[in-house]
């Protein structure tokens, strides 16, 4: 049973950084692409960034690119996403999400964890 499971969210000052983590479980980590979404209050859910499988090519929504880094740790079956110069829009619960290279109808969502960017 494929599983992963968010941690690192919080609440931080407008300006802060935070460092979300995934670490999943029950798949071979290496063969899928991963990807951080948001979800906002009253919002759809959005693709923050995204990395893929085998290679550094990674994509940011613009409203983030600039302030935040996706990166993995295969070794680990680990994601993050180091968020910088967070802003009281940023504040929505994130989710990690993994896709099989090579079968997109196969995903796997985390219970997500929750960012709050307040004073």
């Known amino acids: 049973q494929a599983r992963l499971v968010e941690s690192g969210g919080g609440l931080v000052q407008p300006g802060g950084s935070l460092r979300l983590s995934c670490t999943a479980y029950?798949?071979?980590?290496?063969?899928?692409?991963m990807s951080w979404y948001r979800q906002a209050p009253g919002k759809e859910r959005e693709m923050v960034a995204s990395i893929p499988s085998t290679s550094d090519l990674t994509n940011y929504a613009d409203s983030v690119k600039g302030r935040f880094a996706i990166s993995r740790d295969n070794a680990k079956n680990a994601l993050y996403l180091l968020m910088g110069n967070l802003k009281a829009e940023d504040t929505a619960v994130y989710y990690c999400?993994?896709?099989?290279?090579?079968?997109?109808?196969?995903?796997?969502w985390g219970q997500g964890t929750r960012v709050t960017v307040s004073t």
């Open positions: 029950g798949l071979t980590f290496i063969n899928h692409h």
């Open positions: 999400h993994a896709e099989y290279r090579s079968s997109s109808r196969l995903t796997y």
